[in-house]
């Protein structure tokens, strides 16, 4: 039964769009989505539902600053819905150089939390992160405890591939891994830690069993081995 687990909801994000332009028929369908969301979130009692920053792909370059406002702006509007329905809202980093769509840059993105109500958390996507060659310690010790969530997993830069978070040979050893979710358990403790695997014959109930187990090791102990600030920058092929 649903009532007997922990649930999270990812909100919509396909045809849905954050960084639409204001007054738009775009941005009204945008914010109607979320309500629609904030209803079903109520009705199965959710403990959080997350937002990506934006989901368009092959953003100019000279577009950036005007569409990081409207996103903004519309982030800003359904924070505010969120806090007055008294909904657990975080807001996701997304996109990666392999789809030309980064809208917030790592400073951008940690700045966005200064303009939302306190209320609003960061969840953090590990692998959206290594694409952009982001600095995942940073972020962490700077957000804190305004970090509510992670998705977990491992990737390379440039491309989003949700590989598991223990896999060799990718932006993240296992034992920067391992630091990672110390560094975790120190600054942000209570926040969801979901993994985000994409499907496949690598992924079975023996993996999970081992990764979850060697999760549980890791924020057990406080954050050891600091790798550099930002790792080795594998191209996958």
């Known amino acids: 039964r649903l009532a007997d687990v ?29 309500r629609r969301a904030f209803d079903v979130y109520q009705e199965f ?14 953003i100019p370059e000279a577009d950036k600053d005007t569409l990081r406002g409207y996103a ?17 809202l975080t807001v996701e980093n997304v996109g990666y ?3 030309h769509n980064v809208l917030f840059d790592q400073e951008q993105w940690i700045a966005l939390f200064d303009q939302l109500p306190d209320e609003v958390g960061a969840l953090l996507d590990t692998g959206h ?16 405890t305004r ?8 990737s390379v830069y440039g491309k989003d591939l949700h590989r ?5 040979g990718l932006a993240y050893t296992p034992e ?8 975790i358990s120190e600054n942000s403790p209570d926040a969801d830690l979901i993994l985000e695997y994409v499907s496949g014959p690598h992924v079975n109930a023996e993996q999970l069993r081992s990764d979850l187990a060697r999760m549980d090791r890791a924020l057990a102990q406080t954050e050891k081995d600091t790798p550099p600030a930002c790792p080795e920058r594998k191209q996958d092929g």
């Open 6 to 34: 922990p649930l999270t909801f990812h909100g919509p994000f396909v045809d849905c769009e954050a960084a639409s332009a204001p007054d738009s028929e775009e941005r009204r369908h945008f914010l109607d989505c979320w």
């Open 45 to 58: 009692g959710a403990r959080s539902i997350v937002l990506h920053t934006h989901h368009m792909q092959n």
């Open 72 to 88: 903004t702006e519309a982030i800003q509007a359904v924070a505010n819905m969120a806090v007055e329905r008294k909904i657990n």
């Open 97 to 99: 150089p392999g789809r």
């Open 129 to 144: 992160a290594l694409a952009n060659g982001w600095d995942l310690f940073e972020v962490v010790r700077r957000l804190g």
């Open 147 to 154: 970090l509510r969530g992670y998705h977990l997993h491992n």
């Open 164 to 168: 598991p978070m223990f896999e060799p």
């Open 176 to 183: 920067q891994m391992d630091a990672l979710l110390g560094c």
